[in-house]
């Protein structure tokens, strides 16, 4: 399946939806001329990281948030991918008829028809203002926590999964998808390189995503492509290092800028078959008898007693 990952470069305050959503229907004709069928863009990919300031919810629903999806900014998009013939998915900011605000990522497939919706669940960050903090993570504040679980898609035979961004970090989000079969998991990231909470190394920020993209592809023998949004977006900076990851763990495709980058690889979905028949075969080897606590707790908690 030839796959690819778009990775946008910055996406400033003064950017508007229009000049955004060329860059994508520019990387979307880039991905198809190379081969692509599917292509990963970035979680928020509409608007900058706009979590990073401080403003009441209903600026930020009237600035950066979209009431339907498609609609009259992003439709060139999928206009050009109805014309190429190529799927993709897409991270923006959802507001519904009902007034409920998530952080979500679309499913299209290759006849641009909305197929699958997910709403991010592990969202990091704070809620309160930290008016001494560089700069604020308000994704509790403004976004709900999903609503839709970790849903898994079938496109063109192959079982699609999604999430977004922080999800990456936690490994229930790829069993979740792993144990509805996926093939495939897409994501989008916008990660800063700075921790707000503590001086942690910036180089940190590179390698944790590196490790939870590598270890829950091969974990979990599927294959994963995550598309960032990166740079110094009106100054703050954002990890790049998009990739594609084989369910072997091997990072055969990476992005090498902080600029609208299209990375792609031929994706051979026999390999991860291969994994999940000889090493995670789940119904063969897995005990959840003796996994209840990743379901029972949520916060750490004392040892069980012992048998
Ligand atoms: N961004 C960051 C991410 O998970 C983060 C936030 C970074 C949390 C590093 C913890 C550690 O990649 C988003 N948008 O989730």
Redesign the pocket.
Known sequence: MGLAVAQMGPVNLADTRAVVVKRLVDMLREAAARGAEFVVFP?LALTTFFPRYWMEEAEAVERFFEKSMPNDDVQPLFDAARELSVGFYLGYAEITPEGRRFNTAVLVDRQARVIGKYRKIHL?GHSDHKPDAPFQ?L?KKFFEVGDLGFGVWEMDETNIGMCL??DR?WPETYRVMSLQSAELIVLG????SHNIHWNEPVHW?TT?HEIVLQASAYQNAVWVAAAGKCGYEDGYHMIGSSMIVAPSGEIVARASYEEDEVITANIDLELGRSFREHVFNFAKHRSPQHYKLIVERTGAGDPLPKP
């Open positions: 979680e990091p993570h994704e961004c922080n970090r990231y916008n990660t800063p920020r944790t």
